[in-house]
């Protein structure tokens, strides 16, 4: 494989990476269960709901390109199986049976801001690293989730 020299060392690009494929996970695991919330989603918000989930995952399906090719930048390679992906996640998966519209909500909101969380973790590697491309990616995550979380719990207070 030909050599990185991007400006970051091995140990630099590998910390930020690690922290980069754990979003990615975070991700993954929170588009798929917004994806199933879509699918099922039942009750008098349904349409709201059902086209909200949507517009979400889709987002999502978009920034799991992005956050994948950004660590094949640092010379990586991205998570790419389900299950390494969902190894890594700390979210957890939707259940088998449909929650209630409200759990859904509830818990797309606790998938968000675990995600927010952990992103901010990976943020702090980025900065420390010096890798402003990494950083500015993060940031751009924590902003999206932050207004998604927002916008959800607003939905049940």
Do not use: C
């Amino acid at each position: 494989m030909t050599s990185v020299n991007i400006g970051l060392d091995e140990a630099a690009r590998n910390a930020v990476a690690d922290a980069l494929n754990a979003t990615l996970a975070d991700t993954y695991a929170l588009y798929m269960k917004t994806h199933a919330f879509h699918w099922n989603v039942t009750g008098p918000q349904f349409h709201t709901l059902h086209v909200m989930f949507e517009e979400q995952y889709r987002e999502m399906w978009t920034a799991l390109d992005e956050i994948a090719e950004r660590v094949r930048a640092l010379g990586v390679f991205a998570l790419s199986s389900g299950k390494s992906l969902g190894d890594l996640s700390a979210i957890e998966n939707a259940d088998a049976a449909p929650p209630s519209s409200k759990d859904m909500i509830q818990a797309l909101l606790e998938g968000h801001e675990t995600l927010i969380r952990r992103a901010r973790n990976g943020l702090s590697i980025a900065e420390e690293a010096g890798d402003a491309a990494s950083a500015d990616l993060l940031t751009v995550r924590i902003q999206v989730h932050e207004k998604t979380a927002w916008m959800l719990r607003s939905m049940i207070e």
